[in-house]
């Protein structure tokens, strides 16, 4: 792919063919562009998804698309990009992740992909050993992934670490794995009760399984790091969202803490990604947001509250109507009480902010529903969200469809899930789980994300999952429940307008088309057309953030 300077005949041609005519009658003839991109499939994404060959993009924003010709004659430039017929997306836009939390992965044992226990011991003692830290965190092990799939307990930690607190996160966040030492920093004794959370016990011997809020309360005593290295860890982290074409993420809370670095970071320009950022509704951010209402500096949008209903699947937390399959007359649990949520739902309401709820089981997707349909009222584009929604009673979709309340999924969560799913879920109420089809049908949007540390920040994956409900290996056969999976164009549309639509951005980006942001990405293979097993092999070429290549595989 080149890139050489134009040569320009100051003509545009009078033929118009099909919806190019408004182009051409409005063209810019003379006029200078900052850089135009030709010979390229382009999907705009845009309301008929139309496929065009070039655009040309003036300080940050497209000015134009439309035939070769027409491009490259209308306008003065002195960089051209010849795609070679490579396909041009939108920038792709991840729905619901967790920026800080991956970025601070690098100072943390990564647990990822362990297939046992002892795999995970090896690597909190390696770790110590390289480090040399006064306490040890870690993130990733997951029960279900080893051969003997049950939660670990704390007895070699207290062994190896007897001086050292120790607090092991499971892959999606709602469990962890204590030393005694990190549970006496935190008080923590048998029989003591902690609302929304729960600590293993065995006998009168605590067996440092915490979940949710048992959870928070030990990490609460645990030092954070510096400013300079959460700094480090997310430009490193951004780097690594533009090398696989992410140009716009939602991060799914941000403590109140942090806020004041977050808005730092992007007043200087240090981060550039753009963020729409929900704020966890704890004391400081209310006061800070009943202030100051929406705002937005740089590239961060606040003007949303994340709420957290329950738990995880994966953990058990999650909190269901009826009982969990494995485990006789245990439902999970909410994590606050319900008139909390109201009281959060109706500041929201007031301050003219967005709720976006976590919600895994069907018993927490109907509770928030019902309190937003109490508080919406005749709010008629509120765009309130309700995070992951992974399983929904059947006799609930409708709420979605008749409030025109949001469901923001992640496709991976489904293809990492499904070995386990029916065990703990039931062959029947399993057909409920992951319906993205369903939801979209009574949505009429559907933003897909990863959660990402929870699954890989590929957008490829998410991709694959959504269209497929296979994993890497083609396994099921057929996709795992695939009446609930997604059309290619569905998958790219959740990617990239879906979400930016979902934040009330979708006037400045998540399409290529005239006026909205020049936010766009190169792929080495065309997602739309390949075989689906060549989708996870697809890889971004270039990745630009308005108007500018932040990314270039070399």
């Not at 390229?40 to 139309?50: G, H, K, L, P, R």
């Not at 029916?422 to 559907?446: D, F, H, V």
Request: aromatic letters at 12%; proline letters at 4%.
């Amino acid at each position: 792919m080149a890139t050489k300077k134009s040569r320009f005949a100051k003509f545009v041609s009078p033929i118009a063919i099909g919806t190019t005519f408004l182009f051409i009658t409005g063209c810019y003839q003379g006029e200078s562009a900052d850089l135009i991109v030709h010979n390229a499939v382009i999907y705009s994404c845009d309301e008929n998804f139309t496929v065009y060959e070039a655009m040309a993009i003036r300080d940050g924003e497209i000015v134009q698309l439309g035939p070769n010709r027409e491009i490259l004659n209308g306008y003065d430039c002195d960089n051209i990009v010849d795609a070679g017929l490579m396909p041009v997306y939108p920038g792709f836009h991840d729905a619901h992740c967790h920026f800080q939390s991956y970025a601070n992965n690098r100072t943390e044992v990564d647990m990822s992909g362990c297939k046992s226990f002892d795999e995970v011991i090896s690597r909190v003692v390696a770790f110590a050993n390289r480090n040399q830290l006064p306490f040890i965190t870690g993130r990733g092990w997951d029960q279900t992934k080893w051969t003997i799939q049950e939660f670990p307990v704390n007895d070699t930690l207290n062994k190896l670490f007897p001086d050292i607190p120790v607090l092991l996160r499971r892959v999606d966040g709602h469990a962890a794995l204590a030393n005694q030492k990190a549970l006496d920093l935190a008080g923590l004794i048998a029989g003591r009760v902690i609302d929304g959370g729960f600590i293993g016990v065995s006998g009168e011997k605590l067996t440092g399984l915490l979940l949710d809020n048992a959870f928070d309360t030990v990490a609460s005593y645990f030092p954070t790091l510096s400013v300079e290295d959460q700094m480090k860890n997310l430009k490193d982290a951004e780097y690594e969202l533009f090398q696989v074409g992410l140009t716009s993420i939602n991060d799914a809370g941000i403590e109140g803490k942090d806020r004041e670095h977050w808005i730092e970071w992007y007043r200087s320009g240090e981060l550039r990604i753009k963020n729409y950022s929900m704020l966890f509704p704890d004391d400081n951010n209310i006061k800070w947001a009943t202030e100051n209402g929406v705002y937005e500096v740089g590239n961060l949008a606040i003007r949303s509250f994340k709420m957290v209903a329950d738990g995880a699947m994966g953990s058990s937390g999650a909190c269901l109507i009826q009982p969990y399959s494995d485990s006789a007359n245990y439902h999970g649990f909410m994590l606050r009480d319900i008139q909390q949520f109201r009281e959060i739902a109706e500041l929201a309401k007031t301050i003219g902010y967005q709720v976006n709820t976590h919600c895994i089981g069907d018993s927490a997707v109907r509770s928030i529903l019902n309190v937003y349909v109490a508080i919406i009222g005749d709010i008629q584009d509120h765009r309130w969200k309700i995070e992951h929604a992974q399983l929904v009673h059947p006799d609930d979709f409708r709420i979605f469809r008749d409030s025109r309340i949001v469901a923001s999924v992640q496709p991976t969560h489904c293809t990492s899930d499904m070995g386990w799913l029916i065990q703990r879920l039931g062959p029947e109420r399993s057909k409920y789980a992951y319906a993205w089809k369903t939801l979209l049908e009574n949505c009429g949007r559907l933003p897909l994300g990863t959660d990402f540390p929870v699954e890989d920040i590929s957008p490829m994956k998410t991709f694959y999952a959504a269209i497929t409900r296979q994993d890497a290996e083609g396994n099921p056969a057929g996709g795992f429940y695939f009446s609930e999976a997604l059309s290619r164009k569905e998958a790219l549309l959740g990617m990239t307008l879906w979400p930016a639509w979902s934040n009330f951005e979708d006037k400045l980006k998540g399409s290529l088309e005239p006026g909205k942001s020049a936010d766009f990405v190169f792929l080495t293979k065309d997602i739309m057309t390949v075989p689906a097993e060549e989708i996870l092999s697809t890889y971004v070429e270039r990745t630009f953030l308005q108007g500018e290549e932040v990314f270039y595989s070399e």
